[in-house]
């Protein structure tokens, strides 16, 4: 998703940069857990990867303008299962920043409302997946329902956060309520197709254990917690 231009502005563009500077600061936290968990090189390996696929989900598959934002396929949930949590989240800062210094410019005043939208929701993920995987589950292990239940966990979040600056910034006429509703029910069928492209890489991924000790997976792709 991208916020249209335009639907924050002047001052109230100071709330996205708070909200923005404090998703990134979770983001620095759980990048030195990782650090300390697995190391530098592994956090950075698994970051650049991250990144390079945000930034080609954002810049190559297909999305589409709808209501206040764009509807696309961010595979939030995929990137948390294969890569981890501050991983996930460095990739989605970096490449959304990296999209819009060298193709959409026009996207920057609008970064601190981006990146918020993408990020609180998938620290919120992290948090649910405590509860919907059990312990001793590997993440390859997962059935349908429960990548179901992280999917529809991330981009309702993303439509949230999407809603909330749209009626923060243009208030709540009947048009923006319109437009807020329509790019929700757009951008709520990526959860029907999410799932499924989860289930296929960490199939895919099942397959490739010799990754489990590479550093470049999180370490619960593999082993049960």
Not at 96 to 123: C, K, S, W
């Amino acid at each position: 998703m991208h916020i249209n231009p335009g639907v924050v502005t002047g001052a109230k563009l100071l709330l996205s940069y708070a909200t923005a500077a404090g998703a990134l600061t979770y983001t620095a936290r759980e990048a030195l857990s990782t650090v300390q968990e697995k190391g530098l090189a592994s956090l950075a390996a698994r970051s650049a990867m991250t990144t390079g696929l945000v930034f080609s989900f954002f810049q190559l598959l297909p999305h589409q303008p709808v209501g206040v934002s764009e509807v696309h396929l961010i595979l939030g949930s995929t990137l948390f299962l294969i890569f981890g949590a501050a991983p996930a989240a460095l990739g989605l800062a970096l490449g959304l920043l990296a999209q819009g210094l060298f193709f959409t410019p026009f996207d920057l005043p609008q970064y601190g409302m981006n990146v918020t939208t993408l990020l609180v929701p998938l620290f919120g993920l992290a948090m649910l997946a405590r509860h919907v995987i059990k312990p001793g589950t590997a993440y390859v292990d997962l059935r349908y329902g429960q990548a179901m239940k992280l999917s529809v966990a991330y981009q309702g979040g993303i439509v949230a956060w999407v809603g909330f600056w749209a009626f923060y910034g243009q208030g709540f006429t009947a048009t923006n309520i319109a437009h807020v509703a329509t790019f929700g029910a757009a951008y709520m069928t990526v959860v029907l197709v999410e799932p499924l492209i989860d289930l296929g890489v960490l199939a895919l991924a099942k397959r490739l254990a010799g990754l489990e000790q590479s550093g470049l997976v999180t370490p619960r792709l593999f082993a049960a917690a």
